[in-house]
């Protein structure tokens, strides 16, 4: 069965300096990989995503990821962290095995709270 | 980009009654809406799959009898919580995979919070 792991309940880094927010990954075809943010008491808003191609990933507000196969990891990544980054953020994955019935069905990771301190 | 919208953002009901959200594609068709839970500083669970026109399908341990869904339209589907009881209070979530678009990508609501006393 298709899972996301995110190990860091926390992550605390001061401003200005590169932020990394870790995922893992375990799917059984090729796996289609999201990063959701979350502020207090609002829904979910894309940040990026991976489906084929290349491994770095460019999303919104400055973040990336990096797939990486071999490690079943997909990094989020900030070079330089703001404070206004501070929110709960969510790695999801979507099992794309060719020839199953395809309902766009997301699993999330349990979230990681990340904190940027001035 | 795809925007939905979620109603109301904030209920407290009494227990016993029961509640409806409801959950808009603004600018987009959705085949299929999903609705998720969030219990305080926790993942979203997904509770259930809604295609339209067609009965939802529940994941494992939600009662369907419990969380009524209708998907009625290709922009809206609702979520009604029958007799709530105080251990439903939680954070709903919408989401919407519009219809023609490639890898999945989901368009989430902005959440209901859900107070039963």
């Known amino acids: 069965a298709q899972s996301v792991a995110q190990p860091e309940d926390q992550v605390n880094v001061a401003e200005g300096n590169p932020l990394t927010v870790k995922c893992t990954y375990s799917?059984?075809?090729?796996?289609?990989l999201f990063w959701y943010v979350q502020y207090p008491n609002r829904g979910l808003q894309f940040l990026l995503k991976y489906i084929t191609g290349d491994n770095l990933v460019k999303g919104s507000y400055g973040f990336e990821a990096e797939f990486n196969k071999s490690q079943t990891s997909f990094h989020l990544k900030k070079p330089s962290a703001l404070v206004s980054d501070s929110a709960l953020y969510f790695c999801?994955?979507?099992?794309?095995?060719?020839?199953?019935?395809?309902?766009?069905?997301?699993?999330f990771g349990q979230g990681t709270t990340l904190q940027v301190k001035p | 980009g795809a925007v939905v919208s979620q109603h109301p953002s904030r209920v407290i009901c009494k227990s016993g009654t029961s509640v409806k959200i409801e959950c808009r594609s603004l600018?987009?068709?959705?085949?299929?809406m999903f609705w998720y839970r969030q219990f305080p500083k926790q993942s979203l669970m997904l509770m259930a799959t809604s295609n339209e026109g067609s009965k939802a399908t529940y994941e494992q341990g939600v009662e369907k009898d419990k969380f009524l869904i209708n998907h009625a339209s290709l922009t809206l589907s609702t979520l009604t919580v029958t007799s709530a009881h105080p251990e439903d209070s939680s954070f709903y979530i919408c989401s919407a995979r519009p219809t023609g678009l490639r890898a999945g990508e989901l368009f989430f609501g902005e959440g209901s919070r859900l107070t039963v006393l």
């Open positions: 600018d987009f068709q959705a085949t299929t």
């Open positions: 799917v059984s075809g090729n796996p289609y």
């Open positions: 999801a994955v979507r099992d794309m095995v060719p020839g199953s019935s395809n309902t766009g069905k997301l699993i």
